[in-house]
């Protein structure tokens, strides 16, 4: 079973610029959540959607965004970048959402924010 | 909003060794994780936990819900453990209001 992809691995931006992170679960789990680890703030919790719908959301500005597909892929948006917007941003997948279910992490895409 | 402090934030081992870092937290949770983490960034989940204990080869996870505190055990240490280990929690509501909450980690070094 193929694991949780995440698309570009790496990616260069500008300062104002937006961009759009893309998330593939590992098929049959409906449980996307996003992070966000940088050297300074370490792993912090941005988003989680479950069937199209986001359950939780972290302590972030509206500048970042998220959604979910009927297909469960799921894509994050962060407008108008900042410097500190830098950092590796990673999905998890679950087969579905709530405490008790075992995350599958994806590599990661690493935003460098100029 | 919980709080987790992880113990020790850096360790260097020699190669056989038994290794513990330590986790506690500030409010009652729902879940515990531990994850590694190798250089490069990937997350690997090594476990979950609600109570008691629980043992994948080498690796061993308890936890005790009454004094808020999680510890990870690595047995026969070896240079491939090297890595970063992170405690994770999520809220008590058991439905999950409040996403993963992580420790800072524990750099862990493992020398031959």
């Known amino acids: 079973k193929a694991g949780v992809t995440q698309t570009p691995r790496y990616l260069i931006k500008t300062r104002g610029q937006q961009v759009t992170l893309s998330c593939s679960p590992i098929?049959?789990?409906?449980?996307v959540s996003w992070y966000q680890q940088t050297p300074g703030q370490g792993l912090q919790f941005l988003f989680e959607?479950?069937?199209?719908?986001?359950?939780n959301k972290g302590n972030f500005p509206g500048r970042f965004s998220g959604r979910q597909f009927s297909n469960s892929r799921s894509e994050m948006n962060v407008s108008t970048l900042e410097l500190g917007d830098s950092a590796l941003y990673l999905c998890?997948?679950?087969?579905?959402?709530?405490?008790?279910?075992?995350?599958?992490f994806g590599p990661g895409t690493r935003l460098t924010v100029l | 909003k919980n709080e987790v402090e992880q113990s020790p934030q850096n360790l260097t081992a020699q190669e056989g060794e038994f290794i513990t870092i330590n986790c506690s937290y500030s409010?009652?949770?729902?879940?515990l994780h531990w994850l590694q983490q190798h250089p490069g960034g990937g997350i690997v989940s090594l476990f979950m936990?609600?109570?008691g204990k629980k043992k994948h080869g080498r690796l061993i996870a308890t936890i005790n819900i009454q004094e808020k505190h999680s510890s990870l055990h690595i047995t026969a240490s070896h240079p491939r453990d090297s890595a970063v280990y992170i405690c994770?929690?999520?809220?008590?509501?058991?439905?999950?209001?409040?996403?993963?909450?992580f420790g800072k980690g524990t750099h862990l070094i493992i020398q031959p």
């Open positions: 998890a997948s679950s087969y579905l959402a709530g405490a008790y279910n075992e995350q599958f």
């Open positions: 098929s049959g789990h409906r449980s």
């Open positions: 959607y479950f069937s199209e719908t986001q359950r």
């Open positions: 409010v009652g949770i729902s879940a």
């Open positions: 936990l609600s109570s």
């Open positions: 994770a929690v999520r809220g008590g509501s058991g439905g999950g209001a409040d996403g993963l909450t």
